[in-house]
């Protein structure tokens, strides 16, 4: 029911939207919003939004480049082959709000410092996005996502180049960068560190670390134009709580408690002198399915960091330690 009504809210919000598109007050403010991570793993790295507040025209919007829907056809064949189509939704800040303040999730604030035709630049530039026929992209984790739009979008209304103090992971590679938000010992990781190439493992610098929604907030709050001018006027930041995953649910614990089992299930079957034909099929299907996702997704995916790397021959070793299991029983 509460997605229903969001539906038709948002539906309402579009028209609204299509026929109130007019010019800002000199009231206007328009700021970047950083939300805190959540459990989920496509919430593990935070999300980014712009918020055009303006109380002269009784306006108060959250434009969010992170939209996707589960129910698209062929979606998690797209979503793994790397043909994700996101959407731009704009929604009142108060519903915007509801989710994380459900979650218990900080969401932080950053007020640019814009004149008049720079925010007014910017609003138009999000109706136009906003547009049915302008609304999705080809979403790339890395390159093109809900951080990175709204930078390009606020540096092109600026029409200069934004520079900051901050320096944070420059230098950091991708594949470590990523892993502080996933976790080092989740499977997530571990699923990461298989399927990343070469490319995963290049330092950032720069404008490249900005695709994670905390590493934007931090450059932006330390960012200024080429005459000195701070680029955030007022600010209301703090620290990423991410989320801890328990000893129980890490990779080295599951992998010990599988190979344990396999092992003990083969000694049984020895002294008994038979064979439990399920535990050939246990062991073999994964690895089947693995090595055919791994081989799909290394030479198909068009994910950038995906790619056939040393990691990969986690497979074949995992297919030796089989053979022994086999030999052994």
């Not at 010019?23 to 919003?33: D, G, K, N, Q, V």
């Not at 939704?89 to 410092?113: D, S």
Request: hydrophobic letters at 40%; glycine letters at 6%.
């Amino acid at each position: 029911m509460y997605c229903r009504r969001l539906y038709l809210f948002i539906l309402c919000l579009t028209a609204w939207i299509g026929a109130e598109a007019r010019s800002l007050s000199e009231e206007a403010r328009i700021s970047l919003l950083t939300c805190t991570p959540g459990e989920e793993l496509y919430a593990r790295y935070g999300h980014t939004a712009i918020r055009v507040q303006d109380p002269q025209n009784r306006l108060d919007l959250v434009f969010n480049y992170g939209i996707f829907d589960f129910n698209t056809d062929h979606f998690y064949w797209k979503f793994v082959k790397g043909e994700t189509w996101y959407e731009l939704g704009a929604i009142t800040m108060p519903w915007f709000m509801l989710e994380y303040e459900e979650e218990h999730r900080p969401v932080y604030e950053q007020v640019l410092n814009l004149n008049s035709s720079q925010r007014e630049e910017i609003w138009q530039a999000l109706v136009r996005n906003y547009e049915p026929e302008n609304r999705k992209y080809l979403y790339n984790f890395v390159f093109d996502n809900c951080a990175t739009r709204p930078y390009l979008l606020i540096q092109k209304a600026l029409g200069d180049t934004i520079r900051s103090e901050y320096t944070g992971n420059t230098g950091t590679t991708y594949r470590r960068f990523i892993r502080r938000y996933t976790g080092s010992m989740t499977w997530a990781n571990a699923g990461i560190n298989l399927l990343f190439g070469p490319k995963a493992d290049k330092p950032m610098n720069n404008e490249q670390r900005l695709f994670l929604p905390e590493e934007l907030m931090l450059y932006m709050a330390q960012a200024h134009l080429s005459d000195g001018t701070p680029l955030v006027n007022e600010s209301e930041i703090g620290s990423f709580d991410l989320p801890k995953t328990p000893w129980y649910a890490s990779w080295p614990f599951g992998w010990a408690v599988y190979f344990i089992v396999v092992c003990l299930i083969s000694w049984w079957d020895r002294r008994r002198g038979k064979r439990s034909r399920w535990l050939d099929i246990a062991v073999g299907v994964p690895y089947v399915l693995l090595l055919l996702l791994v081989a799909f997704l290394t030479f198909f995916s068009c994910h950038p960091l995906v790619g056939f790397g040393w990691r990969l021959l986690i497979i074949p070793l995992t297919h030796l330690c089989a053979r022994f299991i086999y030999i052994l029983r």
